[in-house]
Structure formats: C-alpha cells, structure tokens
C-alpha cells in the first residue's frame, strides 16, 4: 500500500507541475489605447505619440504584427519578447500632410496573449494650410471653405428621394453655427454637426423629394449656407448650394396594352428660325403639340435652361387628337453673342417619347 500512495502522489505532483505550465501566459496591459493629438496646425509637422504595453503575465509575451489602417500612420514596435513584469513601447506617428480636419486612425496589435489583438486609436483636429484647404475644399465663404457647391443628377424617377452631400471646412478661429435659408418645399437640408469647431468639418446634405416638387424636368434649385460667427460680432457669410435634379416619369410597370392605349405627343417641326430679332424687342413665336395617341396627353412643361427665353403653353390636357399652343418669346438683350442658337424641351406622358427637343435658332439685326 505505501508504494501505491507513493505513485499517486507522484502522478498528482506531476499534473500540479503540468496545470501550472499550461496556466502561465502573458497579459497585455496597456497606459492608455486612445491618444489624442487635440488641435494643431499643419506646419507643426508630423505627430508622435508612444503606447506603453506592460507584461503582467507569468509567461513571455510577444508582439506577433502591427497593422496601420492608413498610409498617413506608421508604428514602431519591439521584435524581442517582452519578460513578465517588463514593458515595451509602442510609437506611432501621424503625418498630417494635406489632410486637413479631424481625424481618427486605427493601429491593430496581435500579441501572443488572449484576447491575441488590441486596438490602438489617435486622433485629433489639424488646421490646413491654405494650400491644403483650397487643394480640398477648393469653393470658399468667409471662412466656411467647401467640397463643392453644384450637385446635379441625370434623371431622378418621380417619386424617388434622392440626396446628396458635401462637405464644409472651418479654416477660421472662431467656431461657426450652421443655417440654412431654403424657400423650397421639396428639398430639406441638414447639417451634422450644425455647430463648427476651428479646423474641424460639417457634413452637409441636401434631400431631394421629387413627389413634393411641382415641377417637371430640371429643377435648377439654390439653398442658401449661412454660417454666423459663435463668439464674435461678425456679419455671417453666406454661400449658395445650386442642387439640379431631371425629374421624370416611371414608365417600366406599362404593359404592352398600357402602351398601345397611351398618348402621342406630335409636334410637327424639329426647329423654330426667328428672322426678326432685334435688339430691345421681345419677339414672339409658335409651336403647335398635338396628341395623335388614344388617351389624354398631359402637357408636364414646356421649357428652356437660356435665359432669353421665355414659354407658356395654352393647355396641358390634350385629348386625342386635340392640339395646345405653346407661345415661344426671346429677349434678344440676352441672347450671348447676336446669334441665337438654343433648344426647348417639351416634356409629356407620352411613354415612347416624353421628351421633345426642338431648336430655336436666330440671328440678331
């Protein structure tokens, strides 16, 4: 029986032995694991910062790979293992160069630990230069500097919500509250966040309801960007974001019953020659729509994008075979030049065909 015991005991000393190898590992302990850079300028060049990562396990740890999510940030890190009770630095730097605004950057760190990865973060505001401000946001207010100013879509489905964004830099010193002065129904504007910090950036966009604009074809839209000063006395500055949307008809649900019933806008002639433009004098013109199809033809608009030229359609329901005027007029102290050479759209239901084009062509004596 004692020799029994003994190999028990001896079995049960050499599992305590195993169990406590299999138990000691690392522990990743870290300083802090987000670091922020606050406010700068860009000419004060790159950035640095250092993450201390302690041992505080009972085992070797080691530092397996670093990841950098962006080419603007590189780490430095210790290849050799890390001894239990030891530390080991980690440093990151940042290199601002044309990248004005805030900013936040991941650092991913695999170790020989559980959980095997850690997420480091920087981050911060950094003021362009104004090279680096008009390479950016090249159209500027005051000191709200933006992406852009015009945004346009090729053709938006009525009933579709379209949107669009762009976005604002404060290069000032003073922080700015963002308004926006929009006598459209059809569009809502928003801006995130609506208050500016100096260097920091405003995310801008504009909803475009095509249900609620009365309007068919290009709608030629501006809402005015106002931004006031928080802390001062200056005037606001304004700036005006030019949203340009073709709203047209959903035809794809049509079947080929739908489309042998449906209307036929016919208009007769591809151009209208006005020979009697004369400087100072409105003149005037025709153009006769006719619906040749077998259902009423609705008369959406009857338009032009030049400003010397006017038009207005006597109606805009047409059963078949009935005809609409549409009164055509050029202000020639518009017209660019002493040619006129320009186009209006007439825009109808006429599921083959609802746009037709026609040229509108003079010279000015």
Same mark, same amino acid.
């Given at each position: 029986?004692?020799?029994?015991?003994?190999?028990?005991?001896?079995?049960?000393?050499?599992?305590?032995?195993?169990?406590?190898?299999?138990?000691?590992?690392?522990?990743?302990?870290?300083?802090?694991?987000?670091?922020?850079?606050?406010?700068?300028?860009?000419?004060?060049?790159?950035?640095?910062?250092?993450?201390?990562?302690?041992?505080?396990?009972?085992?070797?740890?080691?530092?397996?790979?670093?990841?950098?999510?962006?080419?603007?940030?590189?780490?430095?890190?210790?290849?050799? &293992?890390?001894?239990?009770?030891?530390?080991?630095?980690?440093?990151?730097?940042?290199?601002?160069?044309?990248?004005?605004?805030?900013?936040?950057?991941?650092?991913?760190?695999?170790?020989?630990?559980?959980?095997?990865?850690? *997420?480091?973060?920087?981050?911060?505001?950094?003021?362009?230069?104004?090279?680096?401000?008009?390479?950016?946001? &090249?159209?500027?207010?005051?000191?709200?500097?933006?992406?852009?100013?015009?945004?346009?879509?090729?053709?938006?489905?009525?009933?579709?919500?379209?949107?669009?964004?762009?976005?604002?830099?404060?290069?000032?010193?003073?922080?700015?509250?963002?308004?926006?002065?929009?006598?459209?129904?059809?569009?809502?504007?928003?801006?995130?966040?609506?208050?500016?910090?100096?260097?920091?950036?405003?995310?801008?966009?504009?909803?475009?309801?095509?249900?609620?604009?009365?309007?068919?074809?290009?709608?030629?839209?501006?809402?005015?960007?106002?931004?006031?000063?928080?802390?001062?006395?200056?005037?606001?500055?304004?700036?005006?974001?030019?949203?340009?949307?073709?709203?047209?008809?959903?035809?794809?649900?049509?079947?080929?019953?739908?489309?042998?019933?449906?209307?036929?806008?016919?208009?007769?002639?591809?151009?209208?020659?006005?020979?009697?433009?004369?400087?100072?004098?409105?003149?005037?013109?025709?153009?006769?729509?006719?619906?040749?199809?077998?259902?009423?033809?609705?008369?959406?608009?009857?338009?032009?994008?030049? *400003?010397?030229?006017?038009?207005?359609?006597?109606?805009?329901?047409?059963?078949?075979?009935?005809?609409?005027?549409?009164?055509?007029?050029?202000?020639?102290?518009?017209?660019?030049?002493?040619?006129?050479?320009?186009?209006?759209?007439?825009?109808?239901?006429?599921?083959?065909?609802?746009?037709?084009?026609?040229?509108?062509?003079?010279?000015?004596?």
């Amino acid at each position: 029986m004692t020799q029994v015991w003994r190999n028990i005991a001896t079995i049960m000393l050499g599992a305590v032995a195993l169990t406590g190898s299999i138990m000691a590992q690392p522990v990743a302990s870290w300083n802090e694991t987000t670091h922020d850079f606050g406010t700068f300028h860009e000419s004060a060049g790159k950035k640095v910062c250092q993450f201390v990562l302690t041992n505080t396990g009972d085992s070797a740890m080691v530092i397996t790979q670093v990841k950098t999510t962006c080419g603007c940030t590189v780490a430095n890190f210790p290849t050799e &293992p890390i001894a239990p009770g030891a530390s080991g630095t980690i440093e990151i730097t940042y290199s601002p160069t044309d990248r004005p605004g805030p900013f936040e950057k991941g650092v991913w760190v695999y170790t020989n630990t559980t959980p095997n990865r850690t *997420r480091l973060v920087i981050k911060g505001i950094m003021k362009g230069s104004e090279e680096s401000v008009r390479r950016y946001f &090249p159209v500027g207010s005051g000191d709200l500097h933006f992406t852009n100013l015009v945004m346009a879509d090729d053709e938006v489905k009525k009933g579709m919500l379209r949107n669009n964004s762009i976005t604002a830099y404060n290069s000032g010193t003073d922080t700015l509250v963002l308004t926006f002065d929009n006598n459209t129904s059809h569009i809502n504007a928003r801006a995130v966040p609506n208050t500016v910090a100096p260097g920091d950036i405003s995310y801008m966009t504009f909803f475009f309801d095509t249900m609620r604009t009365p309007v068919w074809g290009i709608n030629d839209d501006h809402i005015t960007i106002v931004a006031t000063p928080l802390h001062s006395d200056k005037a606001p500055t304004h700036a005006d974001a030019n949203i340009v949307v073709n709203v047209v008809e959903d035809f794809s649900n049509m079947t080929d019953d739908d489309l042998a019933k449906a209307p036929t806008c016919e208009v007769l002639t591809d151009k209208i020659v006005f020979d009697n433009l004369r400087a100072g004098e409105i003149a005037e013109g025709a153009l006769s729509i006719k619906n040749s199809g077998k259902s009423n033809l609705i008369v959406r608009r009857v338009m032009s994008t030049d *400003r010397a030229i006017s038009t207005k359609c006597d109606k805009t329901l047409l059963k078949p075979s009935q005809e609409a005027i549409a009164t055509i007029k050029v202000n020639p102290n518009k017209v660019s030049g002493n040619v006129l050479n320009s186009q209006i759209t007439i825009i109808t239901n006429d599921p083959l065909n609802p746009r037709v084009t026609i040229r509108v062509v003079g010279e000015i004596k």
